[in-house]
DNA sequence: TTCTGACATATTTAGCGTAAAATGTCAGGA
DNA sequence: TCCTGACATTTTACGCTAAATATGTCAGAA
């Protein structure tokens, strides 16, 4: 490759263990959480970063490639952690307690708590099927989880006169209505430990 | 009063037993559904309800006036279809199912089909308090309900671990995200019912 | 190689005047 | 008494321009 040749853009969104592109889609996530997705400009993520805005363009394609990016890392994690506690030792309401607080850790703190970060929960028109994609992972990590529970005899679906994926589908959807009206962080989490100890209840007889 | 004395406007909304007021909020809403609320202009209103639009102003304040009395008038048959719903004999999962289900009947189905009926799910701002005051009657009346059929042996709010109030919160709030996504009212209808089924699989023993 | 300054282009913003539409009110008709 | 047509006022929608800002890309420095 010359150096003087066209910019040659990364195929996909930025891989998980790159460094340069992790630092930048923090400085991303600072930047949305303060002003907003519409009104960052490149120069404010370049300038949260600590790198030129060009540099910017050496690592992703554009804004909306940024927050895709964004958005898909946040899932990508979500999804580990969300397994992960849902498979951790302990009873079922632990587990979907711990579950869902996966899903609404310190990131998601800082974003509730930040002047415009509830506006980035409303980005699925920017940030494409990333989202959808996403939460549709989710789901069948917890319809997953039910399955398991359920072969393993700890729950019963039948209490709640469901299969696996209907159930996870509507419990997923019901717990981001939580997120609605603007919560405190702290009231948030009241309510998701609320919900989950409802869930671990109408499955567990 | 004279003729020629200024407009006396209605000193509050209007009662629900006005059938003139009653005919102009079905007008309204038949308009808002069609072009959202911002879109329609007192003349659609006008039009819709079969009278001049200076008419409009003999019972209602202006625009903002009549989505008020449109959501009260929601809310108020809501809360009465609510507590009759829960209070029906049966057992509880049908009396949850029936109960959530009274609060999207035929009048939020037609919303769900409408062109643009999605809108007027996002109200809060233009309507004022009513949607907030008549979204926390309704929490009351399932915080009600779920205290009688506690005290009544038929439940128990021990197994969710809250007291009725939080419980009711949160119940409400989950039930409002599933009409998150723009569902078609046939896919909302089939996930509200499993919902009903969880709550209830939750509360009985 | 990695990054930056600077450039050309594109987009957004704000102002401003006009036309069109919508609003709220009233005198007067049915 | 209830309602309407018409009026004055306010709000919105355009079209246009210039200025400002943002974007995406390079040649070349570090």
Known sequence: MHSNDPIEHPPETAQLDDPKA???LHAAFATFSLYGYRRSAMADIAKAAG???????LHFKNKEDILRGMMQRYYQGAEI???????APGVVMSQLQNGFAALSGETFRQLLNAPHGHEL???????????????????????QYLRDAEAAGRISLDLIGADADAAAGVMMQA?????????SYEVFCEKRDQLARIYAA???R
């Open 22 to 24: 992790t630092a930048i």
């Open 175 to 183: 717990y981001k209505g939580l997120k609605q009206d603007g919560p």
């Open 51 to 57: 790198i030129s805005r060009a540099a910017l363009y």
């Open 202 to 204: 109408a499955l567990m």
């Open 121 to 143: 929960l409303d980005v699925k028109a920017e940030a494409g099927p990333v989202v959808a994609e996403g939460e549709a992972a989710l789901a069948r990590v917890l319809a």
């Open 81 to 87: 952690d969300f397994a992960a506690a849902l498979g």
